[in-house]
């Protein structure tokens, strides 16, 4: 049975920071290209980063420089280590996983940065 479950979210202040974690099972995630992306209210889902089965990685333009992924063959888990949140950032984040004929995604965790 796949599972991708997604924790660590939370209510933080701007300018705070949190880590995100994916723990993957059911598939082999060392060969799957890992992703998190995120949902605001009213807007489409978008990509947020990724890192490839070789670590390349890639981060959307508006979160180079704060946002930073990562990831533990040994533990099965992928990371989202966010600083410098915005209010912006405010949405629900989803961890994906992509492979040969699969596609999965977690059931998101809830970031909330306010005052």
């Known amino acids: 049975q796949v599972q991708l479950v997604e924790s660590g979210g939370g209510l933080v202040q701007p300018g705070g920071s949190l880590r995100l974690s994916c723990a993957a099972s059911?598939?082999?995630?060392?060969?799957?290209?890992m992703s998190w992306y995120r949902q605001a209210p009213g807007k489409e889902r978008e990509l947020v980063a990724a890192?490839?089965?070789?670590?390349?990685?890639t981060t959307a333009d508006s979160m180079k420089g704060r946002f930073t992924i990562s990831r533990d063959n040994a533990k099965n888990t992928v990371y989202l280590q966010m600083n410098g949140l915005k209010p912006e950032d405010t949405a629900v984040y989803y961890c994906?996983?992509?492979?040969?004929?699969?596609?999965?995604w977690g059931q998101g965790t809830q970031v909330t940065v306010s005052s």
């Open positions: 890192v490839t089965s070789f670590g390349g990685r």
């Open positions: 059911g598939f082999t995630f060392s060969s799957s290209t």
């Open positions: 994906n996983a992509v492979g040969f004929g699969f596609r999965y």
